[in-house]
């Protein structure tokens, strides 16, 4: 009990140094001095610098999710289409604060850590774990108590592109043109959602 609430302590003093100095490009010396610890002891809590990202990145996906779960009020207030609210409402509102230009280090550092995770770097063992089982869980969930009738395959499809058109914003794309193309796959993810719900002769052109 006494190392978890150790490591939730250090954990809450690297997410506000991320969040403050940024964590790209520094040494895991170079953290331990900006928050006043030594190496070793991030060493001993997560392993390495890698390790360090990791869980920096983790906890702010969780927080991504904690958001997600909160927007069923804010979505029901914007849903103003004769249907009610739809999983586009949800998606569009969502979109807008993960791809908010004040997030875009930690989008940054979500990719480095990928990037060194698939080569099983130390400290990103479990990574991969929550890379999106945990964010199709949070959809369905938020779903549910919109009354969104959508299954996972349309959600992992959704997680998947937001991160493409999220790696599009770091690799320097011009923000309007991801935020037109989010728009369009929103369009088409609804029109292909609405065409499954009502069975294959939706399908036949009318």
């Known amino acids: 009990m006494e190392d978890n609430r150790s ?11 991320a969040a403050t100095e940024g964590l790209t490009g520094r040494s895991l010396r170079e953290i331990a ?3 006043g610890t030594s190496h070793r002891m991030l060493i001993y809590h997560f392993g390495s610098r890698d390790g360090v990202l990791a869980a920096v990145v983790n906890q702010i996906e969780q927080q991504q999710r904690d ?8 979505v029901r207030a914007a849903g103003t289409g004769p249907g009610g609210v739809t999983g586009a409402d949800l998606m569009l509102t969502l979109w807008a604060q993960v791809a908010d230009p004040r997030l875009r280090p930690h989008v940054r550092l979500f990719y480095e850590v990928v990037g060194v995770a698939v080569h099983g770097a130390p400290g990103t063992e479990r990574f991969f774990d929550g890379l999106t089982e945990p964010w ?3 959809a369905e969930a938020t779903a549910g108590d919109l009354s969104l009738d959508v299954d996972r395959a349309a959600l992992r499809l959704a997680v998947a592109v937001s991160r493409g058109l999220l790696l599009e914003l770091v690799a320097g794309a011009d ?3 991801v935020d037109a193309s989010y728009r369009l796959f929103v ?3 609804q029109q292909t959602g609405d065409r499954r719900r009502r069975g294959p002769h939706a ?4």
């Open 7 to 17: 490591y939730r302590a250090m954990l809450d003093r690297v997410l506000a140094y």
């Open 33 to 35: 001095a900006g928050l």
């Open 67 to 74: 958001l997600l779960a909160s927007l069923t009020a804010q």
């Open 136 to 138: 199709l869980r949070q």
């Open 175 to 177: 923000p309007d043109e």
């Open 187 to 189: 369009e088409m993810w």
């Open 203 to 206: 399908y036949v052109d009318q």
